[in-house]
């Protein structure tokens, strides 16, 4: 690990403005996937922000019947707070569904987000990775790439995004709020955080230089049954080979999105219109343009597996 400098910011527009002042900083809270690049000199800040304290830990009730989470909620306690297990029930069953009790107990609503990919070519600092080195090519492309996007990829890159919590919030329409260095805010809606890799792979969002996630909003609760299925290679602490979220309502309407496809939460929502057709249907559309490689083609038909059971445990009355 590369030495590095250390404060501790006591406002959100405080933190902004010392990630100006200091290009390249990072911010820290949990730390859970941050400590570990920084130790395999990945990611290599040289000056590190402790927003910690900027009391942004709070669930809060919304005027419009919402809920307003605090970029510094931790994951278990979203997970386990009675308004989302009753209203959000895809964001817990989401959170569940990552990691370990232990990081859940460290890892924060913003941390979640801004996650890196676990591509291990990303993590292989003698491999050729767009992502970690621009310009330096993509080895997963031509190389092992079972776990790998199969939509929305470039000849760039075709890492994953990791995040469970991110595809729940991105079903649920949640809106993305944020700080930056002059003080002024903006709200971003969850489907336009991340980004596609394109030419530019090493950019995972959005956010501009020194601007700080303070919270995330989930709009009124929509009801139905809310579901997040994961297949993974292990029962658990294991990433995604495929994750679906999905609200299914009484009538046969929903949405889906979906984890471990893409470089970003998928969601199509003229698919979602062919909900009442069934899996099938939904799927053609949603991932229509699919380009896998020949290790993770079976993902397309995975995806309308795990969807056609969820469609099924709903009308029968098992979830």
Not at 254 to 264: D, F, M, P, W
């Amino acid at each position: 690990m590369k030495p590095f400098t250390f404060e501790r910011a006591r406002t959100p527009t405080e933190a902004a403005s010392a990630a100006a002042r200091h290009p390249g900083a990072k911010f820290i809270a949990g730390g859970t996937n941050l400590l570990d690049l920084m130790k395999l000199e990945i990611e290599t800040p040289m000056h590190l922000i402790d927003v910690n304290g900027l009391g942004l830990d709070k669930i809060e009730a919304t005027p419009d019947g919402g809920l307003r989470i605090g970029a510094l909620v931790r994951n278990t306690d979203l997970a386990a707070d009675a308004r989302v297990r009753q209203d959000y029930a895809v964001l817990s069953r989401a959170l569940l569904a990552g990691a370990s009790g232990q990081l859940r107990n460290m890892a924060t609503t913003a941390g979640n987000l801004l996650q890196r990919t676990r591509c291990p070519y990303f993590y292989d600092t003698n491999m050729p990775c767009n992502k970690r080195a621009p310009g330096s090519g993509c080895s997963a492309i031509g190389g092992f790439s079972r776990q790998h996007a199969v939509i929305g990829v470039s000849d760039a890159c075709i890492a994953t995004h990791p995040s469970d919590m991110a595809v729940a919030l991105r079903v649920l329409d949640a809106v993305v709020e944020t700080i930056r260095p002059d003080g002024s805010g903006r709200s971003i809606p969850i489907a336009e955080l991340h980004r596609l890799p394109g030419d530019q792979p090493h950019i995972d969002t959005v956010l501009r230089a020194g601007e700080i996630i303070t919270a995330v909003t989930l709009p009124k609760p929509v009801g139905g049954s809310q579901l997040y299925y994961k297949v993974r290679d292990r029962a658990s602490f294991a990433f995604a080979l495929v994750a679906v979220a999905a609200i299914i309502q009484q009538d046969g309407t929903g949405r889906v999105a979906l984890g471990g496809v893409a470089h970003k939460p998928w969601r199509v929502e003229a698919a979602e219109a062919e909900m009442p057709k069934g899996a099938q249907a939904v799927v053609a559309r949603l991932l229509a343009g699919a380009k896998p490689t020949e290790e993770n083609a079976f993902k397309l038909k995975l995806v309308e597996r795990v969807l056609t059971a969820m469609l099924a445990d709903v009308r029968g009355g098992r979830v």
